[in-house]
């Protein structure tokens, strides 16, 4: 199972932007398979822990008020090479250096509200996922 999922989260900006089918059908037609997916919302101090990485940053009070501020889609996600083919598909974290055709090129609003995340080690997608979906192992 190593090197072939992936964790993705669709943001509030791109969700409440009515965006979710848009994405969820380029990550389809991108060739990854939906193993796990919902609609839920992060508190402040979900969100929090989820980037707890980031809690030095200058940007970390921000990011963790905008992930907790609206409806967001996780999901886990399986190909070959997923972590790295998924970071491909999305693109650069700044939407003005992501490449065209990429998620973020398309939807996103700002560096910030980039409108998808997507798990930077085969360790984190591991992690990100049993976050959400607890009972990853049966899926
Ligand atoms: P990534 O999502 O491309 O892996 P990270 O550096 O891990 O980027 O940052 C996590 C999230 O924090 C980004 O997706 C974005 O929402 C937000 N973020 C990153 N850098 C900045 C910044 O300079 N200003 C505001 N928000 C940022
Ligand atoms: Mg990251």
């Known amino acids: 199972m190593a ?4 964790f993705t989260m669709i943001k509030p900006d791109a969700v409440g932007a009515g965006n979710t089918g848009a994405i969820i059908k380029m990550i389809e037609e991108a060739g990854f398979k939906i193993v796990a997916m919902k609609k839920t919302y992060m508190s ?9 990485v980031h ?3 200058p940007f970390y009070q921000d990011l963790t008020n905008y992930m907790s501020s609206g ?10 090479n997923a972590v790295e083919d998924f970071r491909k598909l999305i693109g650069a974290t700044n939407p003005q250096d992501a490449a065209e055709g ?3 090129k398309l939807f996103a609003k700002s560096i910030e509200a980039n ?5 930077d080690s085969d360790e984190n997608a ?14």
Do not use: C
């Open 3 to 6: 090197g072939n999922r992936t």
């Open 55 to 57: 809690k030095e940053r």
């Open 102 to 104: 990429t998620i973020r």
């Open 126 to 139: 591991e992690i990100e996922g049993r976050f959400f979906f607890a009972d990853v192992e049966k899926f």
């Open 71 to 80: 409806p967001i889609v996780p999901m886990i996600l399986e190909k070959d």
């Open 115 to 119: 409108a998808i995340h997507g798990s």
């Open 44 to 52: 402040k101090e979900r969100a929090g822990q989820f980037y707890a």
